[in-house]
Each structure stands twice: as C-alpha cells, then as structure tokens.
C-alpha cells in the first residue's frame, strides 16, 4: 500500500506549530512488513501559494515542496491557521484553491484559525465545527450557518475536520492516524511525541487555566500552578490562603473575584479533569483513579464525578477510554454476564 499524501498549505504568517505538529504526527506514523522493511504510513507535501520560500508569524522559513498550481492530488488536505489567513487577499486565494480540490479530496481539516478561509468555502455551512476558543465568537459572527462547538479539541462532520487551537492539531492528526491505520499505530506516533493519544475533556480545561494565570496576580498564578501539579495536597481554605499569605477571608474572597469560582469548586474541576484523563487512559482501577486525584475515597469520587458528568466513572471509562481498553472491558462484562454492571 502506497503512503497516502498529506498536503498543508502554507503562507506568510501561518503559525509554524499548526503546520509543524501534524507533520511531525503524520510523518511518525511507520509501518512495519513481515519482511521486516518499514515503511511511512504518508507522504507529507508542504504546499505553498508561490514558489518562494514563506515566512511564519514565530519567523521561521518554510520552503514549498509544490504550490497550488503545481500540487499533486492528495488524501488528505490541511488548513493551518495564523495571522495571514485572515487577510482577505490570502483568504480567497487559500479558499479559492481548496474549493477546487474538495470534490477530489478524501478529507479536509482545519486547524485553529485554519477554519477561516475552510469555512469561506462554503462547505462547512449547516456543518459542525470547532477553532480555537479566543476566536469562536468571530467565527460564528463571521459564518453563522456554521454549527460552533465551543469547547471541543477537535470536530468531524462528513469529510470535514476542524480542530481547535495549535497543539490540538496534534490531537487532530492522531484521530486521523487511527482511522486510517488503528489504534495502536495512533498509539505509538502518541508515545513517539510524549502526548496523550486522546485528552479528556475539551478546551476549556486548557485554555481556562492559562486566562486564570495571565488574568490573576503573580501570587496567585504560582497558586494555581501549585494546584494543577499536586492535585492530592491539602487545599482546605486554611491551607491555601496560608500559601498565598492572605487570612482564609481575604482568599476566599479575592479568589473568587479573580476566578470566578468559590476554592472548593476550582479544587474539585482541577481534579475531575485529571480523572477524566487518567480514565481515558485506561486506568484499570476507580480507587486508584480517586487516590491519584485527590478524593478521600473512591465513593465521594463516584458521587462527585456522576453530579459533574452525569454519567459514572466506569461507564464514562468504557466509552472514551483507549479502543482495547473499551474492548476488554466490553468482553469481561460478556464472561460476567451473571454480575450485576
């Protein structure tokens, strides 16, 4: 089987790391022959709008292997965002360029801010979509007849991908690896790179943090790193308000003017999100899911994660967690069909 081509688009301005991260994941993606030959699983194409080497906003050269008017047809296209994207001369050549290949095209992706000239096209109307969270609102202004996603990493509708910002290209790249290959190749480009093959939870468990620490006071940005690192510690009022060098009044109050949120409700999200985390990972145990997050028990953990979720540890586990872990966990309740789920 011939690799499939990759193509990403690119230009002046582009953001080097929505280009770079689905490269790297696709460009990972080896396949082993009985032979023992291997083999990429893509070719990965850079393509350019000219011939002429392009500059992205971080300052890094990228040199075009083709261009619009010479690119080969490809399996799969992708649509990097950044700042040159939204100049509407850029904007229409780009789009332009990908309504003439769409027919063509198995599939089609944006990432981040990618989905301003994708969604210029038209082909997104009706459809579901997902871009990165500080330019949600413009999109959905800009094309109302798309159907905005807020808080998702990443959106399949059709033939038509979109992600949300930068890094979630990755995530991106990964889910298109696994169903064009499976889930233990998906897998290993994952371990390759030192990322998670699938992240619970959307957008808001990223972004929301990092508008905390650039929104808050240094004292309390350190707080919150200290937080998301050490889910297990103590974080009664008392003790974090001892961190910050408030009395427990004056923390309570100015956390909550800062966050949004009273201590115990930001404790509990920190540490709800971690065992969403760790249960799509496949972590066999919920008591040990509880312990590593900071419960004092693997009851209090169920009833809070069900309150929150709406749905149990275990079930969210079996429906989100790694495609082998879904299938042991499927073929142990089949030999145990007496127990009671």
């Avoid at 690799?3 to 990972?28: C, H, K, W």
């Avoid at 100049?87 to 095209?105: C, F, H, Q, Y």
């Avoid at 971690?274 to 009851?299: H, M, N, Q, T």
Wanted: aromatic share 10%; charged share 25%.
């Amino acid at each position: 089987m011939a690799p499939l081509r990759v193509g990403i688009i690119g230009y002046d301005q582009v953001n080097a790391l929505d280009m770079v991260g689905p490269a790297e994941a696709f460009t990972s993606a080896l396949r082993d022959h009985s032979t023992g030959k291997i083999e990429r699983g893509y070719d990965v194409s850079i393509i350019g709008l000219t011939k002429r080497a392009f500059v992205a906003e971080s300052g890094i050269v990228f040199l075009p292997a083709c261009t619009i008017a010479t690119a080969p047809p490809f399996d799969t296209l992708i649509v990097p965002g950044g700042r040159g994207l939204r100049l509407p001369e850029m904007n229409d050549k780009v789009a332009g360029w990908i309504s003439e290949r769409a027919k063509a095209t198995r599939r089609i992706a944006s990432v981040c801010t990618g989905i301003y000239a994708l969604a210029a096209t038209g082909l997104l109307d009706g459809r579901r979509a997902s871009t990165h969270w500080r330019f949600t609102a413009d999109v959905a202004k800009r094309f109302p007849r798309l159907r905005m996603e807020p808080n998702a990493l990443f959106v399949k509708d059709g033939k038509f991908y979109s992600s949300a910002g930068i890094t979630a290209g990755i995530d991106l790249a990964l889910a298109l690896i696994e169903e064009d290959f499976g889930a233990r190749m998906a897998l290993t480009v994952a371990r390759e790179m030192v990322v998670y093959l699938k992240r619970s939870g959307g957008q808001e468990q990223y972004s929301e943090p990092l508008q905390f620490q650039a929104a808050a006071s240094d004292r309390f940005a350190q707080l919150v790193t200290w937080m998301t690192n050490n889910p297990t510690r103590e974080m009664s009022v008392e003790s974090l308000a001892r961190r910050a060098a408030l009395s427990p009044r004056q923390f309570f109050r100015r956390f909550k003017a800062c966050f949004g949120s009273s201590p115990a409700i930001f404790v509990e999200t920190l540490r709800l999100n971690e065992a969403r985390r760790r249960l799509s990972a496949g972590e066999p145990s919920i008591a040990s899911v509880a312990e590593a997050v900071g419960f004092k028990g693997a009851d209090a953990f169920r009833r809070a994660f069900e309150r929150r979720f709406r749905i149990t540890p275990s079930k969210y586990r079996r429906s989100f967690g790694l495609p082998s872990e879904r299938s042991s966990n499927n073929a142990t309740l089949r030999t145990k069909g007496s127990e009671k789920k």
